[in-house]
């Protein structure tokens, strides 16, 4: 399987890329932004496209996906402003979204944020968060996938993003309290969910916990 990384020099993407460097299924092809970016997948021997997810077409993703049998969204703007914000998690999510559908490239993960849904929105503008404008605009990306689409989508929803080192374990399911979780277990739960197709049509949050990550993704 070859797989698209979109937004592929983010920390959980590069866990990603780290993980196919060795994989004997995945290879990566990484859309990063410019040139400076390149020499991590260069040295990882990852192929990489420069785009831009606000600046060019969808016809240039659905070309750059030409060759590819599935995408991984792991692009975010959380944090840096409103204008950003909606052009990456919510436009540029669904550009992706239709240049995949264009291309007929039918699989498709999705990398969320914890929690989605009217009720966390409406908590999110109450409480006057720092991040509601990006989980509005996740949550509609989300729904824009789930019932806008035909593709084969997973939504992987994860916890607060730690830089430790991954222990392999995990705990999914939604509804769950908020915790933490590793990038590195994040990058190899997305990893697992490309190779079982039990997953497709489904989201699931992604915490630190006690099963397998392998395991953990087939029970989904």
């Known amino acids: 399987m070859k797989v698209l ?47 831009d997810i606000v600046h ?22 959380g944090g840096s402003g409103l204008d950003k914000t909606v052009m990456v998690d919510l436009d540029g999510a669904i550009k ?28 999110g503008i109450e409480n006057d968060a720092p991040l509601k404008i990006y989980t509005i605009a996740k949550n509609y990306a989300d729904e824009w996938l789930k019932n806008r ?14 830089d430790e080192e991954g ?12 915790g933490e979780v590793p990038r590195q277990d994040v990058a190899q739960a997305i990893m697992a969910s490309l190779e079982t197709d039990s997953t497709i049509r489904k989201e699931f949050e992604v915490l630190s916990g006690d099963e397998p990550i392998d395991d953990a993704i087939k029970s989904v």
């Open 5 to 51: 990384v979109v937004g592929a020099n983010g920390k959980v993407a590069k866990q990603f890329a780290s993980l196919t460097q060795d994989h004997n299924n995945i290879d990566e092809k990484a859309v990063i932004r410019d040139s400076s970016q390149k020499s991590f997948f260069d040295e990882r021997g990852i192929e990489t496209q420069i785009l």
């Open 56 to 77: 060019n077409s969808i016809e240039d993703f659905a070309k750059a996906m030409s060759d590819v049998d599935a995408v991984v969204f792991s692009a975010g703007a």
């Open 96 to 123: 992706i979204m239709t240049a995949a559908e264009q291309a007929n490239v039918n699989r498709f993960v999705m990398v969320s944020t914890f929690r989605t849904g009217r009720k966390q929105i409406a908590k």
């Open 149 to 162: 689409t035909g593709l084969d989508w997973t939504i992987v929803h994860p916890g607060t993003l730690t």
């Open 167 to 178: 222990t392999g374990k995990i705990k999914v399911g939604m509804g769950n309290n908020h």
